[in-house]
């Protein structure tokens, strides 16, 4: 094999590397490693002049392989890959060295850090003379987009797609899309109503022709790869067929069964086994719901619901269907679940009457909730008084550590609400710290200030309706240590709203697992760099957009919708994408045809050539996992870009020193 | 420097949740020693047990292997080939004399930089105390000359 003509670049990125690692002596060191041509340090590699520089070398000093010895390959290796290929190099023959996240990030000792920089430079430095030049592999991609969930993000990255002329599957497992913000009664600081801003948007998609709407529904199953993803979608039975359906409820009014917990209103009213989830819903179809209607559950019934129904259209025989859909990129918008405050029994929620979540305060204020928008105590009457307790189960140690954003603003909102519609009734805020950072939020507070809303700085220490004196007698009673006062007071109230944060969903990480994607520790889904790229994952093709992510509020949301939109965009609106080559090959001369690794793959990408007798892979469905080349017993199969040999050099490498 | 034993370890990181893990501990600057040096394959199912012999004959005192947690594996399944294949190896390197601490499987995942650190805190520690493992012996490969035993092979190895 003919000598390689190396060139190293050591990269300081400002002191982020220099700082920690000798990289001088680490230059010094790898110009005497075998087959290195040349060795350079430069201050910022990932910039146009130290691209230039590798792109020069290549030109001027016939270099044939290269290492950067800098941050992490997740970072730039597509960066100097390029470089080296508009340099005239193949990407493929170029390495990068992690020095920095592995090596100067997280070492203290400088000499050690030094140390194990040769030595991860090392590794690649053995390897290159065995990488050979690869060419990036290019699939179509399909052009159509899904949207996984019909809240306020999935209807904004959907109406945005659609807008650019592609088309959009929504998904949404619910009968009626919509999402929380649905729910809300006012949005803040504008106290815009949630309904009105949010139904033109419902409306929209429900009427854009791009859009097909798969209501009632949900992923069952995702194969594929970015550009071709293959998604298995179960539609649910409502036992209506929609296409007769006019939405005119008369079906919910028949049916006999009333006594179900309405969801909508957080179980705080009833609904009809056929019921359509609230007026405004897209699209204005009825459901029957399979555990609550006697018809379906085998008892006897009169079925009012089909006398009702002129156009005809309950069909208890409708079965669920399963619809396969191909997609080349897919958004996830499944959004939260708020956090359940029963596990916090200091609060009572649960067990005292008028202890109430905030989605519950949502639909009592809502005037198309169950009090029809009166503020009332369970008993009918309003409350004189109201306390509101901040960060239920945020920033506790105990469930979630995390801020949840958006229930100091809720909080102030519900109070501005309460005064609004009962000016006469007090109001107290128990919070740890007003955060209050958004567009016009800080104006909201002042003016809270200004209504005469009691502010408390104290977490509340616990709710009872064990009163100690005759004032106390009758109400609910709030303890919260007031720090700005030094004091602990008991607030004698009638109601007490508790303000709990955002959550993941109960299944957030078994749905993340059926696209193929992780979670953050914190349980929401990971983004693919906290600051840099929010809106995808570390599966290309796969985004994600809303609180699915992190919590946050309507206007953060909105505008991450739209950014998973154009990512998804920027995939789809080109007729190709390139994957790495870093696939199986199995040469048939050597295979004996055991079947071994037949089994073995993931993505059934290895079949039997009976004419040959041996295994072949399949180079589109190939993903590059190298299983099949550990399974081997006979190390036939191989992996481009991590044969054996390579990993043996790295190791080689590794140790030298 | 201390005269302390520094064993040298190889750490073998799956390209989709452990080496993202290591690299979140570093954008964490989270502190841990410096002996283990990372080598990132795709799946933690590519490693294979002669990649673990070839570490400690060429002077590793210790393997790890960090794989993504059972279901999150980015290739459906591979690393429960990872988890069947490693306690078969592990018995037959303790038949070969070797003590089982000395090479170790983790499931981590992108998010958990902190295990990460900790895990390679830990592992360095525990070699520490076992000692140095001294399997290193002559091998064919002239160290002016890396990869060239090799090299032929890789050639005719892979079409492009």
């Known amino acids: 094999m003919a000598e390689e003509k190396i060139a190293v670049y050591i990269c300081h990125c400002g002191t982020n590397i220099a700082g920690k690692v000798d990289v001088e002596e680490v230059t010094r060191w790898a110009a005497e490693q075998p087959n290195v041509a040349i060795a350079r340090e430069y201050k910022y590699m990932c910039s146009d002049p130290g691209q230039d520089l590798i792109k020069q070398d290549i030109k001027e000093h016939g270099i044939t392989r290269a290492v950067v010895a800098a941050c992490s390959p997740t970072m730039h290796e597509p960066t100097f890959r390029k470089a080296a290929g508009d340099g005239g190099l193949n990407p493929f023959l170029l390495q990068m060295a992690n020095i920095r996240e592995h090596c100067s990030w997280v070492t203290i000792d400088g000499d050690a850090a030094t140390e194990k920089a040769k030595r991860i430079l090392g590794a690649q430095i053995h390897r290159l003379p065995l990488n050979v030049p690869l060419e990036p592999i290019e699939v179509p991609v399909n052009p159509n987009v899904m949207v996984v969930g019909g809240g306020i993000a999935g209807i904004e990255a959907a109406l945005k797609l659609a807008a650019t002329g592609k088309k959009v599957y929504l998904v949404e497992r619910d009968s009626s899309i919509g999402g929380h913000m649905a729910m809300f009664d006012k949005t803040f600081p504008t106290l815009d109503c949630a309904a009105c801003i949010l139904t033109p948007k419902m409306s929209a998609a429900g009427k854009e022709p791009n859009i097909e709407m798969l209501a009632y529904s949900e992923v069952t199953q995702v194969d594929g790869y970015v550009g071709n993803f293959k998604v298995k979608v179960k539609k649910k039975a409502r036992y209506v067929d929609v296409d007769k359906c006019t939405g005119c409820a008369l079906c919910t009014e028949a049916c006999v069964v009333r006594k179900v917990p309405n969801e909508f209103d957080q179980g705080l009213s009833k609904r009809a086994a056929a019921y359509i989830p609230f007026p405004q819903a897209v699209p204005l179809k009825a459901t029957i719901d399979p555990t609550r209607c006697l018809t379906l559950t085998g008892k006897k019934c009169k079925q009012p619901c089909v006398t009702a129904c002129g156009p005809e259209a309950i069909d208890f025989d409708q079965k669920d269907e399963e619809i396969e859909v191909e997609v080349g990129a897919i958004i996830m918008a499944t959004g939260f679940q708020l956090w359940d405050p029963t596990p916090e029994t200091r609060y009572s929620y649960g067990h005292l009457d008028n202890v109430i979540s905030s989605l519950e305060f949502e639909r009592i204020s809502n005037a198309s909730g169950p009090t029809g928008g009166h503020i009332v105590c369970k008993n009918g009457e309003p409350p004189k008084s109201v306390a509101i307790l901040h960060c239920v189960g945020s920033r506790d140690e105990n469930y979630q550590e995390f801020c949840s954003r958006v229930c100091c603003m809720y909080s102030l909102k519900f109070a501005h609400l309460i005064k609004e519609h009962l000016p006469e009734t007090e109001v107290y805020e128990c919070y740890i710290d007003m955060r209050t950072y958004g567009k016009g939020y800080e104006e909201f507070y002042k003016r809270l200030m200004n209504e005469g809303v009691h502010f408390i700085r104290g977490r509340a220490a616990e709710v009872s309706d064990v009163g100690l004196s005759e004032t106390e007698q009758g109400h609910l009673i709030v303890k919260v240590e007031d720090t700005l006062l030094g004091i602990t007071r008991r607030l004698p109230v009638d109601m007490v709203v508790l303000s709990s944060g955002l959550a993941p969903r109960d299944d957030a990480k078994a749905t993340s697992q059926i696209f193929g994607f992780g979670c953050s520790a914190n349980g929401f889904y990971l983004e693919r760099h906290p600051k840099l790229e929010p809106v995808s994952t570390i599966t290309d093709g796969i985004f994600i957009a809303g609180c699915c992510q992190y919590p946050k509020d309507i206007p953060d949301t909105v505008a991450q919708a739209g950014a998973a939109a154009a990512g998804a965009l920027a995939l789809v609106d080109n007729p190709t994408v390139k994957v790495e080559p870093t696939i199986s090959y199995i040469d048939p001369e050597k295979c004996s045809g055991c079947h071994i690794c037949v089994g073995l793959c993931p993505h059934a990408a290895i079949q039997y050539n009976a004419e040959k007798d041996a295994a072949e892979v399949i180079e589109a469905a190939c993903k590059g996992c190298g299983v099949c080349v550990a399974a081997c017993g006979s190390g036939v199969p191989q992996q481009r870009g991590y044969l054996d040999e390579q990993i043996f050099a790295e190791i080689e490498g590794a140790l030298v020193i | ?160």
Not at chain 2, 1 to 11: A, K, N, V
Not at chain 2, 133 to 152: E, H, N, Y
């Open chain 2, 1 to 160: 420097m201390s005269d302390q034993f520094e064993p040298r370890l190889i750490g073998f990181l799956c390209r989709w949740c452990s080496y993202n893990g290591a690299d979140l501990a570093g954008t964490s600057r989270m502190k841990y020693p410096p002996n283990l040096v990372p080598i990132k394959t795709n799946c933690s199912g590519r490693v294979d047990p002669t990649h673990i012999f070839k570490a400690l004959a060429e002077g590793a005192d210790g393997v790890l292997i960090a794989g993504c947690h059972p279901g999150d594996c980015h290739y459906i399944n591979g690393n429960y080939r990872t988890a069947g294949r490693f306690p078969l190896m592990h018995k037959m390197l303790e038949q070969l004399g070797l003590e089982p601490g000395r090479v170790r499987l983790e499931w981590v995942s992108a998010a958990e930089g902190d295990k990460f650190a900790r895990v390679v805190t830990e592992f360095t520690e525990e070699i520490r105390a076992l000692g140095p493992l001294g399997w290193k012996t002559q091998t064919d490969v002239d160290p002016a000359k890396p990869g060239t035993a090799a090299s032929d092979r890789v050639e005719e190895a892979v079409p492009a």
